[in-house]
């Protein structure tokens, strides 16, 4: 009896099993049955098999999984059709090995990792323009600010103009007429007041 192996798994341990227990998939067989033929391939137990395979190498080959499930699904549907095909219309058997079914992971893998490195680019990029957008919101925040001051200020000097004219246009009328009332635009001198609310001698 061949003593039972207690080493760390290898690359080629995890794709042996791998390569046994999609091959079952693909022929409707029990996971039980793929991890005996795996201990007998590998000298391990069928339980160390089996948890190597749901512990470490099953997500690996999730695609696989489902590509081998498919090729099930289609072998099924094969064997359940009745009618009689004509000789040019048999359908053409696709030769499929687990090699292609590896090359077909790895590119997988890669196209994976080119998606990866542009969803990282434009994460940056999003990042940045996040960054831009508050710049601008605090500058448009600012200028608001400074706005309203402005305008606070036009309407401070607003009013401070008109109690100016108020007050010139009294002194007019006090330059004009005497305390009794009396027109002295005869003999004082005259004023006007210019566009700009300023008085001048006339």
Not at 26 to 33: D, E, F, M, V
Not at 52 to 75: H, P, S
Not at 103 to 111: A, C, G, H, S, V
């Amino acid at each position: 009896m061949r003593a039972l192996r207690q080493d760390a798994w290898t690359e080629e341990d995890d794709r042996v099993l791998a390569e046994i227990v999609l091959r079952h998939i693909q022929q409707g067989s029990t996971q039980l049955a793929a991890f005996e033929e795996c201990a007998g391939k590998l000298g391990r137990t069928p339980a160390a098999c089996g948890y190597r395979w749901n512990a470490c190498v099953r997500k690996r080959y999730e695609a696989g999984i489902e590509l081998a499930k498919a090729q099930r699904k289609q072998a099924k549907a094969e064997q359940k059709r009745t009618f009689v095909r004509q000789p040019d219309d048999r359908p053409k058997a696709v030769d499929i090995s687990w090699s292609d079914v590896f090359r077909f992971l790895k590119e997988r893998k890669q196209q994976d990792a080119v998606l990866v490195n542009r969803i990282r680019l434009l994460e940056r990029d999003l990042g940045g323009k996040q960054k831009e957008l508050q710049d601008l919101t605090l500058a448009n925040r600012q200028l608001a600010d400074q706005l309203q001051k402005i305008r606070q200020e036009h309407e401070r000097m607003k009013e401070d103009y008109m109690m100016l004219v108020k007050i010139m246009e009294r002194a007019r009328k006090l330059t004009l007429f005497s305390p009794d009332g009396d027109d002295l635009r005869q003999t004082a001198t005259r004023f006007r007041m210019d566009a700009n609310g300023n008085l001048e001698r006339m």
